[in-house]
């Protein structure tokens, strides 16, 4: 006999009361009504507000605020014009303190809802934040279209495909919204051919812009669907004359229907093909596709951290799995016995073993492919690391790393981890040959819902 699922409650465009409880992961206010929970976007914990739902599911409902009854003391005043249409913040209009607070919570909500670990709340510290959030972000990455006759950069909106035109975004260095609020001047005198996405025409589809917040030097990439650039030579020349702080002009060709940024193919238009970034005292070069962390100040933090929680001797072998350009692996180079590093963009490889050679680092040694094919390998050969530092992207690590890091039972996993709900689901999976020591959140994105951990796990004893 089949059991009938219990009727929803809560009918679409129904107002009630609701009391919010916490922030949810993507930063919305979380509270029940009818034992039912209701996300509600711009509602904060401790608030009574009057809702009105807008979406409902078996499991959930989505409401907006109608009005707020009792406001939280945490509750400022955004200081973006547009951050309610833009959606790229969600806290702006949470207090500092309220945010670094809530984000240490919504770890501890990940770890409740993914994993089984005991005292769990014990081992999460204190969020660390920024002495001043605002204009952190070295990049930038803005879709073009056209308002009218007019040339527009920035993102689609909340919940819609409508592109919001983004002048000054306070979270966003300046250097980097300069580059894009010229670019689209320069593209409007030109009248270079600007992507529709409907009807697929038109050639320039996004500006990237990244600046070296220690050198000053600005990268730009200018997204194209293809390679021919009507008005090459004078683009260049007026990108040169206009923006004398671009030291690498780049093109990158994505002709797909596809929501990813990059294509696969690179071209350097002009100047240089990487810029230089200083972080403490190691300098990077980036090319236009490596991933770089996008907060430098933050990334010293965190990056320090990530030293502490490794605790190196100058013997231990070390892994830098996801290693990028080698950030992390040669921010530990000088306490290690040996790094060896990976990951699957060969761009990032090549870069990583410029970085090491320029400082000196020979113990250091960078491979493209997944750490899941190279870690099993160098174990058969020998090599055994005794820490694995890995910094997936946010869906977490590969399921075959987790068994493969099983198998190898390194002294040590220090997990950098930009999802709170993969990087419980992952320790989850971990716990059963390590414990927790601790778990730093760090606020690398103020005035977002997003947080980046430091877990530091060591092998139990047998």
Known sequence: MNKQKPEMKIQKGQTFPLTIKRLGINGEGVGYFKRQVVFVPGALPNEEVVVEATNVQRNFAEGKIKRIR????????????????????QLQHLSYEGQLDAKRDIVLQA?????????????????????????YRNKSQFQVGMDKQRVIAGLYGLNSHRLIDIENCPIQHTATSRVTKVMKVILQDLKIPIYNEKK?????????????????????VLITTKKEIPRKELLIAEIKRRLPEVKSIVQNINGQKTSLIFGDETFTLAGKSVIQETLGDIS?????RAFFQLNPIQTVKLYDEVKKGAALTGNEKIVDAYCG??????????????????DTIEESIIDARKNAADH?????????????????KWVKEGWKPDVIIVDPPRTGCDDKLLRTILQVKPKKVVYVSCNPSTLA????????????NYIQPVDMFPHTAHVENVAVLTLKLT
Not at 331 to 340: F, H, P, S, V
Request: glycine residues 10%; positive net charge; aromatic residues 8%.
């Open 70 to 89: 009792k406001k939280s003391p945490q509750r400022v005043q955004a200081r973006c014009p547009i951050y309610e249409q833009c959606g790229g913040c």
């Open 111 to 135: 770890f409740d809802r993914h994993s089984s670990l005991k005292n769990i709340d014990q081992k999460i510290n204190e969020t660390i934040g920024m002495d001043e959030p605002w204009l």
């Open 200 to 220: 697929r025409s038109g050639l320039i589809r996004t500006i990237v812009s990244r600046v070296g917040f220690e050198t000053g030097e600005v990268q730009l």
């Open 284 to 288: 990077f070069e980036l090319s236009a």
């Open 325 to 342: 350009v080698g950030t992390i692996g040669l921010w530990l180079a000088k306490d290690a016995k040996e790094i060896r590093g990976m």
């Open 360 to 376: 000196g680092f020979d113990h250091a040694t960078y491979v493209t492919g997944p750490a899941e094919k190279w870690l099993p």
């Open 425 to 436: 689901k992952d320790v989850q999976q971990l716990s059963k040959a390590y414990q927790v």
